[in-house]
């Protein structure tokens, strides 16, 4: 339901918005694989909130034994996430901290 309403809106703004070059729309459709590879919301969560004790703890290791259909590599994505997200909030403080980033 959510993808025919997407491609109903996204349909609607390409008539409003005339293309000059032409789009096949019904190959698009047609090519989606549903064996791809889909994220758990909740693991990429679960990966990103448990970022910070992978390195202290190592426990959220043990949360790799769970057994569910694409769970692992959304809890790595998460972790992966979760760290960027760690570098980026150390840039910003240490930014501050200097006077070059100023956060309101």
Known sequence: MKK????CFFSLVSVISFAAFP???QGIISEIDPERFKLDSWA???GILTMPFLFLY???LALLFINKKN?????ALGW??????IILLLFAIESVQSGG???Y
């Open 4 to 7: 025919n309403v997407l491609f």
């Open 23 to 25: 789009v096949e729309t």
């Open 44 to 46: 990429f969560m679960i």
């Open 58 to 60: 190592g426990l959220p």
């Open 71 to 75: 769970y692992r590599k959304s809890l």
């Open 80 to 85: 992966l996430a979760g760290f960027v997200l």
């Open 101 to 103: 980033l100023l956060i």
